[in-house]
């Protein structure tokens, strides 16, 4: 075949994409790896992280992204800030396109994650302060406490239903005047003694000093605003993968989560998916990082079958 | 549904084990793990790992293992030595019988783990020392060395292949006058030059100060010994799933290994299987932890939809 700028794109600096990387370099491919902003990915704005195996005490999110970034450099990998703007397929060659270059390779592993959507009610400074997306992560962390949640789908209801193993008291924050998750989960809420739904509100604003510690719940018929004293806030109003770059050329689920199977491998041969950026069961650094080394796995198995 | 002793019993302390357990502790299950040596698995004897995300400078398997173990100590996670004999499913109610007693549970995640097939001919010694199972795991530690493999089957040929990436010289010893992996595979060897196979033969003992330095290799049909000047051997003459006390509840491939959906669900309702023990496409410290996760998550969606 043609030859090509790389053996190996990797899209995306996040967990994922850094693991992806340290196989891949310890493989010698020659590969490089893209990322928009600061290397770690969403892993940097987790305040505290128990749950990824190897530090006894847990991590913290900007940390443990550190440490993946300085291990992926010290085993060689070439790491550039670009953002990718397409990707264009020619049969074996797939060309990647950035903002003033293009390069071209045989194998692409998109690891570009996914964002949670945000109220935009000045959470932002409260991330890891209170303010979570995921309950699995930070639920233990909010023990014998007061938590708000806002939203109304499978995720919120399900997650909420969780976080009641934790906390003392969830107030389920919802714009509407019923749950739009499906009926078993909805029941489930509603015969736990813990979750009290606030309809037809959403949140609009929230302070404390260090931390969150009023919540402010606006109700979106009357205009009534009030204050529900919390020291959390789950938001679950949906995720979206960051995949604006990859167009139509791959197939992907009602919410635009990459289709793989088990070997990483997406609709287009020698285009690999892994982390939250795909159908993945779970979202998890955990998760994202085992994605990661099998994508590079099916990559040198798709090169080594374009030699022959 | 009828009590149980608990909601959840992982068995095996290697690293999907004690990720189960770290998941399952902070999700406040009622669980055990029951580990019938050493806590760490296999990951213990690796004498460095440079491949698990998180340790810039890579760490030593040893270190790994009890950092993953601490965690899960320090979440709470009970941990027993014991040997578990045999698993009864009697519908939503399994049995998992040890030595000397038998515990109930709703859930039962097989993190039980595979061992390599060993030669033993003296190899233990040098275990980490020169002797590997993984060529992912450990080529790289072999740059412009000299290395022996042992084996014939497609892992065999496929790793040594791999290895050339790296070795300077690469001796596939196989004890017949043909190898058996695919074509494919066969063909790759034969153009590759850096690998000399040896027909016929055996390794048939090692030497080495500190590590290995010299690799007997027998010829089978003239019982011939020679000496080949060695700093590596790697041994792929098989693997075995660990994975006597399942008898034949559960729906495994040829060599034994636990089939799983992306869930990790076997063929049993309530029962998991997570990391090497399982059908998995690479055998991995992140692959291990990433499946773990994932099992305990469906572990509680199946505890979930007990309750209702």
């Known amino acids: 075949m043609r030859q090509t700028d790389y053996d190996l794109v990797i899209i995306g600096g996040g967990p994922a994409g850094l693991t992806a990387g340290i196989y891949a370099a310890r493989a010698r491919m020659n590969v490089v790896l893209y990322e928009k902003a600061a290397p770690g990915g969403q892993v940097i704005v987790s305040d505290w992280i128990e749950n990824y195996p190897g530090f006894p005490d847990g991590i913290s999110g900007y940390e443990l992204g550190e440490k993946m970034l300085n291990q992926a450099k010290n085993l060689g990998l070439n790491i550039e800030i670009e953002d990718v703007t397409s990707i264009q397929v020619d049969g074996e060659i797939k060309t990647v396109n950035l903002a003033k270059k293009s390069v071209t390779t045989k194998t692409v592993i998109i690891a570009s994650g996914a964002s949670p959507k945000k109220l935009n009610i000045g959470e932002s400074q409260f991330m890891g302060k209170g303010v979570s997306f995921c309950a699995t992560c930070d639920g233990p962390f909010f023990r014998d406490k007061t938590v708000v949640a806002v939203g ?89 993968p960051n995949t604006a770059f990859v167009g139509d050329i791959l197939n992907m689920d009602d919410g635009g989560f990459i289709y793989t199977n088990g070997n990483m491998e997406t609709s287009v041969p020698g285009i690999f998916a892994a982390g939250d950026v795909r159908t993945t069961p779970l979202k998890q650094i955990v998760t994202a990082v085992g994605d990661a080394a099998i994508a590079v796995m099916s990559a040198e198995h798709y090169i080594e079958n374009l030699q022959d």
Do not use: P
Request: hydrophobic share 40%.
């Open 152 to 240: 109304g789908g499978d995720t919120a209801v399900q997650e909420s239903i969780f976080l009641t193993k934790f906390v003392k008291k969830l107030y389920l924050i919802h714009r509407r005047g019923e749950l739009r998750a499906t009926k078993i989960l909805q029941e489930r809420a509603h015969k736990n003694d813990k979750i009290e739904i606030i309809w037809d509100s959403v949140v609009s604003g929230m302070d404390g000093l260090f931390a969150v510690e009023n919540v402010k719940v606006k109700n979106v018929k009357t205009g009534e605003e009030k204050d529900i004293k919390a020291q959390g806030c789950f938001i679950w109003i949906g995720i979206t």
